[in-house]
Antibody, heavy 114, light 106 residues
């Protein structure tokens, strides 16, 4: 069955760029939308954006100026970059298979701190 | 942006009870409304997709209904393992949005 796994640094300094990878295993990344969702501790879910396997993207306007998503179909991976991070970006970051988010990764905690 | 408002924010219930959580959208979203269950320190799990379609492997006590702006998730015969936070999510309009969550305590 398809599984997702997030990876990346758990600690990022303020003003730097957060970079995460989501690896898709057990199935192909092709012909699907893939989303990123985040959740600050004790709070609700926020949709960051999505990328189609062709590379087409849609971002949340609240983050659009700082977000870049990309995909590498040869490696069955997609990526999130969030620039100029602040403490407000501290959260668990999830990748998920989009429309209805039927498959989620386990999540990775990212802390923004000096 | 479409705002999803869940009700109630918190519900304390006893086992075997019937629980209904509602989700109201600020504008019509057709049937592209999905429900998730999240337990502490776990990722969300899809329960119901497109308002009323049960996701594979989800117990039959979970059901969904609605269209347009008003939706509901019902748990018939609550089990102790159903203690969790439940979220609705719309994928009709960008940006996609989530409800604020409903915590169900048993």
């Amino acid at each position: 069955q398809v599984q997702l796994q997030e990876s990346g640094p758990g600690l990022v300094k303020p003003s730097e760029t957060l970079s995460l990878t989501c690896t898709v295993s057990g199935g192909s990344i092709s012909n699907y939308y893939w989303s990123w969702v985040r959740q600050p501790a004790g709070k609700g879910l926020e949709w960051i954006g999505r990328i189609y396997s062709s590379g087409s993207t849609n971002y949340n306007p609240s983050l659009q100026s700082r977000v870049t998503m990309s995909v590498d179909t040869s490696k069955n991976q997609f990526f999130l970059k969030l620039s100029s991070v602040t403490a407000a970006d501290t959260a668990v970051y999830y990748c998920a298979r989009a429309g209805a988010l039927d498959i989620w990764g386990q999540g990775t905690m990212v802390t923004v701190s000096s | 942006e479409i705002v999803l408002t869940q009700s109630p924010d918190f519900q304390s219930v006893t086992p075997k009870e019937k629980v209904t959580i509602t989700c109201r959208a600020s504008q019509s979203i057709g049937s592209s409304l999905h429900w998730y269950q999240q337990k502490p320190d776990q990722s969300p799990k899809l329960l119901i997709k497109y308002a009323s379609q049960s996701f594979s492997g989800v117990p039959s006590r979970f059901s969904g209904r609605g269209s347009g702006t008003d939706f509901a998730l019902t748990i018939n015969g609550l089990e102790p393992e159903d203690a969790a936070t439940y979220y609705c999510h719309q994928s009709t309009s960008l940006p996609q949005t989530f409800g604020q969550g409903t915590k169900v305590e048993i």
